[in-house]
């Protein structure tokens, strides 16, 4: 069973510029989460999709990500315009049903903001 | 304010001896509780898991330990092998299905010496 896939694995960038995250979560898991993991500390939830609808945003900075799972499989995550702030991992994760707690992670984004 | 707390930034164990990891929670709605285990350059993956209604839960060399009253949990690793060098993330949710939500600790890093 392939994991959850995340592109691009690095990406460095200008302040204000624009950014994208891409994740393809395991087959099946109809729950994707997006977290954020900045430098020394645990994962922190951005927003969760149960299928294409986002069911929890409320950590989610909405002045400036944004994110989609249009089908309800492959989500993108973007940041526009990003700020030196941003610089952190940023790592996808899906879960299947009723078993939501057991999430499963792909290896995460590293962004650079310069 | 930090829901669940791994005080202890870091552990070195000798191999072939047992690691003691702890974490702590102030969330009594918390009903489920995660171990994770991190490699460099890698994603979290899950390593076992406690519901509130046990007090202990093993799989193999792993076995997490619940104190519900003191609002602690510890993951013991025996014996600890120098592959189990890792940050351990201790995670919590108030339940275990559809609709969870991590809460995460900052980890701790393990190191395991030959």
């Known amino acids: 069973e392939a994991g959850v896939v995340q592109s691009p694995r690095y990406k460095i960038i200008e302040k204000k510029q624009p950014v994208a995250f891409w994740c393809n979560p395991i087959?099946?898991?109809?729950?994707l989460y997006w977290y954020l993991q900045n430098l020394g500390q645990g994962p922190e939830l951005l927003i969760r999709y149960e299928n294409e609808e986002a069911v929890d945003d409320s950590q989610l900075p909405k002045d400036r990500f944004s994110a989609e799972r249009l089908k309800g499989v492959d989500s993108t995550l973007k940041i526009q315009p990003a700020e030196l702030g941003d610089s952190a991992v940023y790592l996808c994760?899906?879960?299947?049903?009723?078993?939501?707690?057991?999430?499963?992670f792909g290896p995460g984004t590293r962004l650079t903001v310069l | 304010d930090q829901q669940v707390k791994q005080n202890s930034p870091s552990l070195s164990v000798q191999e072939g001896r047992i690691s003691i990891l702890n974490c702590d929670y102030t969330?009594?709605?918390?009903?489920?509780f995660l171990w994770y285990k991190k490699y460099p350059a890698e994603g979290p993956t899950f390593l076992i898991s406690i519901s509130s209604i046990k007090d202990k839960n093993e799989d193999g060399r792993f076995t997490v330990f619940l104190n519900k009253s003191a609002k602690h949990l510890s993951l013991h690793i025996v014996p600890s092998q120098p592959g189990d060098s890792a940050v351990y993330f201790c995670?919590?949710?108030?339940?275990?299905?559809?609709?969870?939500?991590?809460?995460f600790g900052k980890g701790i890093t393990l190191s395991v010496r030959p």
């Open positions: 969330n009594s709605m918390f009903d489920y």
């Open positions: 087959s099946g898991h109809n729950t």
């Open positions: 995670a919590a949710s108030e339940n275990a299905g559809a609709n969870s939500k991590l809460t």
């Open positions: 994760a899906s879960s299947r049903g009723l078993a939501g707690a057991k999430q499963f």
